[in-house]
């Protein structure tokens, strides 16, 4: 019997808790729509914006997002309002959306698109 197994057969006999995979469905909605995020910075900028600008812009949606789901998440469950997980989770929210800026959005011409419909400049193609 091989080491890993033997362990395994082991901490099963001794009552070793199960695996557990949960996912909070508000996390996932917010990380879903961090990937969108991007987009709506595009909409309401103009193409000649500042980066630095519409990166700011990114970072307080995602925090006023992360705080709207942790809002959301003590609502539903009777909980005190947790301000540290609401910030926590900004950080990703944030990291997301600059990730599928320039993974996504960017390279496919999306990015641009979004930036030029409100702002009135045609994308080119």
Known sequence: MSPLLALVVVAAAAGAP??????DPITVVQLVAATVLPLLVGLVT??????????????TFALVGSLLAELVRAWQQGEVYDLGMGLLLALPTFIIGVATHYGIWKPTGT????QAALGGERPTV
């Not at 103009?46 to 970072?59: F, M, Q, Y």
């Open 18 to 23: 199960g695996i557990a995979f949960t996912l």
């Open 46 to 59: 103009k193409v000649v914006t500042h980066s630095g600008i519409r990166a700011v812009l990114l970072l």
């Open 111 to 114: 990015a641009h698109a979004a």
